[in-house]
Each structure stands twice: as structure tokens, then as C-alpha cells.
């Protein structure tokens, strides 16, 4: 069933909701230190890269020798959250308002990946930080006065943040980064993932960037998981008081 592999495939990081997935691939990972939740197997390499890419037409459909198109990971994840916020958006707001590696946030995360009709494919598989991007990034680009109040913010003088290991330190770096050049921030979001524009908005923040990254550190940025966190710190950063 396309919506049970959905769920598990995208979320699956407790031992009740991995079993059948276990007896099959022999067993999961523990998550890594950028997040990463388990996952089966034979696609931990290809979670590893950051251009992980996933076919867009089944093998069956394509003639012997035509060139297969692929689309990048993180654009499948966006467009099933761009569907999710225009059915579910209270749900999504409720995944966007939980603390990150928290098991509200698993629990949110598996509700919204419940929702049916977003999907053609058989399953989606993705880090945590992949999917809330991708919900944060839905929610800014379907609401034009957050991205008027984004634009509206005044950059922050940024301040290095202490080195650190998993999420918790690439989601300080993010909101530093994103505080500290929100319009160039939010010009990101509006390139399309994995195009040369991608990376071309992330060498326009220079100031951002480097001023926010731990002092003395070789910190080698993931074009991706950095974006997928300033899409979360945007998206807490437009919002309104009392909402």
C-alpha cells in the first residue's frame, strides 16, 4: 500500500514501526550525526550523497537503451509537502511548531506523512531535516505576507556559533545565517533544488556564511541540510506573535 510505504520509508525510526522493513533488509541504522533516521540497507549509500536521485518513470517504461530521467531527492519530498500544506496545513503547522529530534516531532512528521493523494510514487525516503524543509519551504512560498515580513526583517550581525555535532548544531548555524541575511535567505528558497542557482544564492551570502561558521572550523557546508534549516528558521522567524 502506497501510503504505508510512504510513512515508513520516510519516518521509520522505532523498532515497531521498521519491523517489516527489518525481516526484509536485515535491519536499520541508527541515526547518524546530521539526523539521519533509519534507514533500509541497500539505500544507505544513496542517502549518503547529497544529488541522491530517484527515478521518474518505472524501468518497464522506458526503451532499452533511453536515457532515464531523475529528479533530485529533495524536490520529490518538496512537492509532496507543497500537496500536504494544501490539504493539511493545521497539520503541518503542528509538525513546523515541534522542537527538532524530539519524538512530538517524529510523531508530528508521521501524521502529516500520512496524508494520501500527494504521491504517485511507491514510497519517499528522506532524513528528518529533509522533510521539515521541505514543509517549511511549502508554507513560505503558499503565504506572500511571510515572505513581505522576511523581507521586511533586519539583518543581525552574525555571531559564530560554537561547533557541534547533529542537527542541533546545523539548525544554530542556519538561524544564524538566516538572521544575519534574510532576503539573501529567502532568494535561496527560490532556486530550484540542485540547479547551479542553488548553489550561486548560497556564494551571494558570503558575509552570512562565513561569519557565522565556528571559529577556526573546516566546516564543508551541505548546500542541502543548510538549506532545509534556514527554511525552518525563515519560517519561525515570519511568523506572527500570538498566531
Known sequence: MKLAL????????????????VDRAGGTTAPSSMGRWGEFRDRQEAMRRQDDRRDVAPRSALAEGEARAFVPQQQVINAFAQCAWSRVPELVNTALATTIDTDAEREALRSVARVGGCSDRPFISGRSGEFRG??????????????????????????????????????????????????????????????????????????????????????????????????????????????
Not at 510512504?6 to 522493513?21: D, I, M
Not at 526583517?153 to 547533529?166: D, F, S, Y
Not at 571559529?215 to 543548510?226: C, H, L, P, S
Open 134 to 243: 521541505g514543509l517549511a519551504e511549502a508554507v513560505i512560498h503558499g503565504d506572500a505576507a511571510r515572505g513581505d515580513r522576511i523581507r521586511a526583517l533586519v539583518p543581525v550581525a552574525p555571531v559564530r556559533v560554537v561547533m557541534g555535532t547533529g542537527r542541533g548544531f546545523v539548525a544554530r548555524y542556519a538561524q544564524c545565517v538566516a538572521a544575519a541575511d534574510p532576503v539573501g535567505a529567502l532568494a535561496l528558497l527560490s532556486t530550484t533544488v540542485g540547479a547551479p542557482a542553488e548553489a550561486d544564492a548560497i556564494r551571494a551570502m558570503p558575509g552570512a556564511m562565513t561569519g557565522c561558521m565556528p571559529e577556526g572550523a573546516a566546516y564543508r557546508v551541505d548546500v542541502r541540510d543548510v538549506r532545509n534549516h534556514i527554511a525552518d528558521a525563515l519560517f519561525r522567524m515570519s511568523g506572527v506573535a500570538g498566531a
Open 6 to 21: 510512504l510513512a515508513l520509508t520516510l519516518l521509520a525510526g522505532t523498532a515497531p514501526l521498521a519491523a517489516q522493513t
